[in-house]
C-alpha cells in the first residue's frame, strides 16, 4: 500500500474514514523512516480530531530492540523537548541516558501542542536524509489538515443532523394536532359545502407530513438514494416550480444549453436548487437577471447561480448557512442551512459571495461520477 492511497482516500471524501486510516497512514511512514540506515527509530505525535486528543506511533528499525516502558514513558513525557522549533525544520535535541543522537521536525502545531516526527540515529544525517525527514513531515501535514477538514465536516453534519431532527419532532406534533381537528371538521360538517374545504385541510396536512419526513431524511446521509441524473433537467425542474412569481416579477433566467450527468439523490438535491434559486427570485429586482452556469472538469461540477438583488453583507456571509438565521420576513432560516446539509452529505462544497456590483452568488462544487460507476 503506497503513501499516496491514504491522501487519495482522504481527498475523495471516504464515508468510511476513521481514526485507524490516520493511525495506518502514520504507521506506514514511521516504517518508511527506519528503513532509512541510520534511524533506528520513529515515533509520530499527531492529534486525532475525532478521537479529540494526541496519539503517537512507534516504530523500531531491523534488528533494534523495543526500548523500555521507562524510556517510552521519558519519551512521551516530552521533558526534553525544551525549545519549539518552525514546522518543517530539523533539530536536534539531547536525550537524558542517550548516547545516539535525537532529531526533531514539527508538522504543525494544534491544541498548544505540537505534531512531530521524532527520530533516533545511529550517527548524523547527511543532508539527503534530512530533506527526506522534512519531506515527510509536509505529507503528514498535508494529510493531518485534510483529515482535520474531515473531522470538522462530519462534526458540522452531525450538527445538522440534530437540529432537523429537532425540528421534525416539534413540527410533527403541531401537524398531528391541526390534522385531528381537520378530521373532527370534516365528521361536523356532513352534507355540508364546507366539508369539501375541511377535506383539502386534511390532505394538504397529509403532503407536509409526507415533505416533513423527507426533510428528516435529508439529515441522514445514509439514507442518500443515489442515481444518473441531468444537471440541467434538475434545475430547469426548480425554475418551472417558481414560474409564477418569476413571470410576477419578469425577471429573465439564463442557463447554460450543455449539462452533465450527477451521480446524487435527486429529490433532495432538487430541494438544494429550490432554495437557492428561491433566494434568488426573492431577493431579484423587478425584470432582474438571474445566471445559472456550470463549469464541467475532470472530476467535479463547479455550478454557479447569481442575482442582481441588494447582494450579501459582511455578516449575511458569515451566517448565511448558520440554522434560523435569515434576510427573508417571515423565513425559517432553514433552507440554507439544509441545502449545506445536503451538499455535505454528496461529498461537496458550497458558499456564498458577494458580487462586485449588487448581487449574491452562490457556487456549489459536486463530484462527478468517474465512467464505468
Given at each position: ?26 504507521q ?47 519519551l ?25 543522537i ?39 501535514s ?102 409564477p ?25 432538487k ?33 454557479k ?17 448558520t ?45 462527478r ?5
Amino acid at each position: 500500500m503506497t503513501l499516496g492511497f491514504y491522501v487519495q482516500k482522504l481527498e475523495n471524501g471516504s464515508n468510511y474514514l476513521n481514526s485507524s486510516d490516520i493511525q495506518s497512514y502514520c504507521q506506514l511512514e514511521s516504517e518508511q523512516l527506519t528503513s532509512q540506515y541510520p534511524i533506528f527509530f520513529a515515533r509520530i505525535v499527531y492529534h486525532d480530531y475525532l478521537l479529540k486528543n494526541h496519539q503517537e506511533v512507534i516504530n523500531y528499525g531491523q534488528d533494534q530492540a523495543p526500548f523500555s516502558q521507562k524510556t517510552l514513558a521519558y519519551l512521551c513525557s516530552e521533558a526534553w523537548l525544551t525549545d519549539f522549533p518552525p514546522a518543517f525544520t530539523l533539530h536536534e535535541f539531547k536525550l537524558k541516558d542517550f548516547s545516539s543522537i535525537s532529531y526533531v521536525c514539527p508538522f504543525a502545531y494544534r491544541n498548544q501542542k505540537p505534531e512531530y516526527i521524532q527520530i533516533i540515529t545511529h550517527k548524523p544525517l547527511s543532508e539527503s536524509l534530512q530533506l527526506y525527514v522534512k519531506r515527510s513531515a509536509m505529507l503528514l501535514s498535508k494529510y493531518a489538515d485534510i483529515y482535520l477538514d474531515y473531522g470538522r465536516q462530519k462534526t458540522e453534519i452531525q450538527l445538522l443532523e440534530d437540529i432537523l431532527h429537532r425540528i421534525g419532532h416539534q413540527l410533527r406534533n403541531s401537524l398531528g394536532l391541526i390534522g385531528l381537528y381537520a378530521h373532527n371538521l370534516c365528521l361536523g360538517l356532513e352534507d355540508s359545502p364546507w366539508q369539501e374545504q375541511a377535506t383539502i385541510i386534511g390532505e394538504s396536512i397529509q403532503d407536509l407530513d409526507t415533505n416533513l419526513n423527507e426533510l428528516i431524511d435529508c439529515g441522514q446521509s445514509a439514507k442518500l438514494r443515489v442515481k444518473l441524473q441531468d444537471l440541467r433537467s434538475l434545475v430547469d425542474e426548480s425554475i418551472k416550480n417558481l414560474q409564477p412569481l418569476i413571470n410576477q416579477k419578469q425577471l429573465k433566467i439564463l442557463i447554460p444549453d450543455t449539462s452533465t450527468i450527477l451521480k446524487i439523490d435527486k429529490l433532495q438535491m432538487k430541494q438544494v436548487f429550490d432554495n437557492i434559486l428561491s433566494n434568488a427570485v426573492h431577493f431579484s429586482p423587478n425584470s432582474g437577471t438571474i445566471t445559472c452556469s456550470w463549469q464541467v472538469f475532470q472530476d467535479e461540477v463547479l455550478i454557479k447561480i447569481s442575482d442582481q438583488g441588494p447582494g450579501l453583507s459582511q455578516e449575511d456571509l458569515q451566517k448565511v448557512f448558520t440554522p434560523f438565521y435569515s434576510r427573508r420576513k417571515g423565513g425559517t432560516g432553514l433552507g440554507l442551512t439544509i441545502a449545506k446539509k445536503i451538499i455535505l452529505d454528496h461529498q461537496g462544497s458550497i458558499w456564498a459571495q458577494a458580487l462586485s456590483e449588487n448581487g449574491a452568488q452562490f457556487s456549489v462544487i459536486l463530484p462527478r461520477p468517474r465512467s464505468g460507476n
